[in-house]
């Protein structure tokens, strides 16, 4: 079955210790993006990429890096300067080029508590 | 101002009743429209895009006032299932793929 497939789905990290989310697809899809979701606030952006090689930051990038070497895959690197990383990480892509589609497809999503 | 504004609810009705949820933006370059639909420590997932002319799915309505900027969708029937957090997702014109903008959600639930 087509998808996009997160790890881990729950991970603990203490406090200065770099950790990264995977996000692994395979729906052929061009572009990837992740996304931050805190308790009764919307979705935003962290990152996101349309082509393998090429990313750029969304609304809230900084404390975050990513790589896009692979169209399948799209890592995401909480580093210890995001100051307050305990949140719900969404991965999602897109497939369809052009300025009308908005379906995204996400993944079930990673849960990071930093203690 | 945020770039969606969604009431978050609670919104709590009985099994049959029809609900309606608003949804204001504030970039009169959007240009998509869309509801997800987000259940509990889950994903979210596209209930349904929204078009001008308004557009329905089954007991889903969806409609697009451009001129006051707003989106609201409509469920008649309410079936317990239909407990979720609801999405409003705005996409502005020009912006690349998939830029996609989300309100806080509004939470519906449904009982019995």
């Known amino acids: 079955d087509g998808g996009i497939t997160q790890s881990p789905k729950y991970l603990f990290r203490k406090e200065g210790q770099n950790v990264t989310l995977s996000c692994e697809q395979n729906l052929n899809h061009d572009a990837m993006y992740w996304y931050r979701q805190d308790p009764g606030q919307g979705l935003r952006l962290i990152y996101y990429s349309q082509i393998v090689n090429d990313f750029q930051k969304g609304d809230i990038a900084e404390g975050y890096s990513v790589s896009r070497e692979k169209k399948e895959s799209f890592p995401l690197t909480v580093t210890s300067a995001q100051k307050n990383p305990t949140a719900f990480y969404l991965c999602a892509s897109s497939g369809s080029p052009g300025y009308g589609t908005g379906e995204l497809f996400f993944g079930e999503g990673s849960r990071l508590t930093v203690l | ?112």
């Open chain 2, 1 to 112: 101002r945020k770039e969606v504004e969604q009431d978050p609810g609670p919104f709590n009705v009985p099994e049959g009743a029809t609900v309606a949820f608003n949804c204001t933006y504030s970039n009169s370059a959007s240009q998509s429209f869309f509801w997800y639909r987000q259940d509990c420590r889950k994903e979210p997932k596209l209930l349904m895009s929204v078009y001008s002319s308004g557009n329905e799915d089954g007991r889903f309505t969806a409609q697009l006032n451009r001129a006051s900027q707003y989106i609201s969708l409509l469920i008649r029937d309410s079936k317990l299932s239909d407990s979720a957090t609801y999405l409003c997702v705005v996409k502005r014109r020009g912006s690349t793929l998939g830029r996609l903008y989300f309100g806080r959600g509004t939470q519906l639930t449904v009982w019995p």
